[in-house]
């Protein structure tokens, strides 16, 4: 609970990030588009193991910077996910509400991935979590 | 009173904070949605301001294990004509991972670039172009679909294989089958074609029944920061009974910011509708703003005619709400 509560206060924001994984997954680096692909539901096997983005809610501040980063510039996510619902019954990554509640909820969930504040990189190493280096964006 | 509901829906929709996705959980895996549109035109020696609202209703049930079920409901009320109301999709998914989804049932055919059945909502123009609206193929399939996509470092690959009897009420068929298969480098460049093969047995529906063979290619680019896209598909149909026929359209779009675009297409057909041995053509600029992912809205100047007549004018101005 006492940790639970330090993450809350820890994760605020941070313009750096970092990914993070269940701790059985294997793969230890990933590129944008890989990322990309990962969060439109286009891809969800990477070097054969499953993978299941995590995202936050779509105001949140760490949910507009990833986008900021991984999306291209010109392209509308909501809009992505409205047409695919309605065109393909595709839904969204599943989204929590902070850092600390993806944090915990990676941890228990087999193939899981999101990511944080590179401010959380300790508690997610005592969390037990894979840490994976936040691809750097072409250009 | 349709026309003032769905004024309603839309002045809630643009005052809404939006969810992450559309339509209403009404349990934890299950959601009712739909959405609801209205074009008003006013064409030059046809019908003036002549109103068109659709209304579409889907309930999807998202089970575990991939299982997934799919129901959904469309509505069409053209003036002076009766209501008309429909089964569009009904089917179940099973979707083992993004390489291999099955779907049994009844489910759009897979076909190129545009999307039939849902342009009203999804697409940039408001008159659909003639490949699609000669119902050449048949747009609602009953039977089994296979699709997925493998995806490399940089190219993407999307297949579709199906077999199916068309539930298309213009164009009804026995037992057909086809395929789609295109690829896309580096989410810029899309290269695609479609191949379907049909026989069309019921002479209630077409007047001159016989095996259809259809050979769709595409393929569409986007540069600039992905704010221009340039989109072409050609249609090759050979009927047994009759002349093959040959439909193309190309289209450039400037995405001028993620709320606004502008549109142009140009396309070029024989006259399947018809039958008159002059080309059909048919040019449309459309200005559309997407108020937010649910309120959207365009604005087109469109011409058509046959080939060296005289162009014909058509304003059109079209509303869609998705809930």
Request: aromatic share 12%; with cysteine.
């Amino acid at each position: 609970m006492l940790m639970f509560a330090c993450l809350l206060w820890l994760g605020q924001s941070d313009a750096d990030l970092i990914l993070v994984a269940h701790p059985r997954v294997e793969f230890r680096s990933i590129t944008v588009r890989e990322l990309q692909l990962i969060y439109l539901k286009r891809m969800d096997r990477l070097q054969k193991q499953r993978v299941v983005p995590l995202q936050y809610r779509h105001d949140h501040p760490m949910q507009k910077l990833f986008e900021r980063l991984v999306m291209d510039p010109h392209f509308d996510l909501d809009n992505y996910w409205y047409e695919q619902q309605v065109q393909a019954g595709e839904r969204p990554p599943q989204a929590v509400p902070d850092e600390a509640h993806l944090l915990v909820y990676v941890s228990r969930n087999p193939g899981h991935i999101g990511f944080v504040s590179a401010k959380l990189l300790e508690d997610a190493r005592g969390l037990g979590l894979v840490i994976i280096p936040f691809p750097k964006p072409p250009g | 009173m349709r026309l003032i509901c769905l004024l309603l829906i839309g002045t809630w929709g643009l005052g809404q904070d939006l969810p992450s996705q559309p339509g209403f959980q009404v349990h934890d895996n299950l959601t009712l949605g739909g959405w609801f549109d209205l074009i008003i035109s006013d064409s030059e020696g046809g019908p003036s301001d002549q109103r068109i609202p659709h209304a579409f209703v889907y309930l999807d049930a998202d089970f575990t294990s991939g299982f997934r079920a799919f129901l959904e409901y469309a509505s069409t009320d053209i003036q002076g004509q009766p209501e008309e109301t429909q089964l569009q999709r009904a089917y179940l998914e099973f979707k083992h991972s993004t390489r291999a989804k099955w779907r049994l049932g009844q489910f759009n055919t897979p076909s190129g670039l545009w999307k039939e059945k849902h342009w009203y909502t999804m697409v940039d123009s408001n008159r659909k172009p003639a490949i699609a609206d000669f119902r050449t193929i048949p747009m609602e399939a009953l039977g089994l679909e296979f699709s997925g996509t493998r995806t490399t470092a940089a190219i993407e690959w999307d297949y579709s294989l199906f077999i199916a009897r068309s539930q298309d009420k213009e164009l009804n068929s026995d037992l057909g089958y086809g395929a789609d298969l295109s690829f896309s480098i580096r989410d810029r460049f899309r290269f695609g074609s479609f191949t379907y093969q049909f026989m069309n047995s019921d002479e209630s529906t077409d007047p001159l029944p016989g095996e259809r063979r259809a050979l769709l290619l595409y393929t569409e680019s986007w540069l600039i920061d992905k704010q221009l896209m340039f989109r072409a598909e050609y249609l090759h149909m050979d009927r047994d009974t009759l002349e093959p026929t040959n439909g193309a359209y190309a289209k450039i779009k400037w995405q001028i910011n993620k709320k606004t675009f502008l549109n142009y297409r140009f396309d070029e057909s024989d006259d399947t509708r018809t039958g008159q041995p002059q080309l059909w053509q048919g040019q449309a600029l459309t200005a559309g703003y997407w108020f937010n992912p649910r309120v959207r809205a365009r604005l087109e100047l469109g011409q058509t005619r046959h080939k060296g007549s005289n162009w014909r004018s058509e304003w059109s101005a079209w509303v869609g709400f998705i809930l």
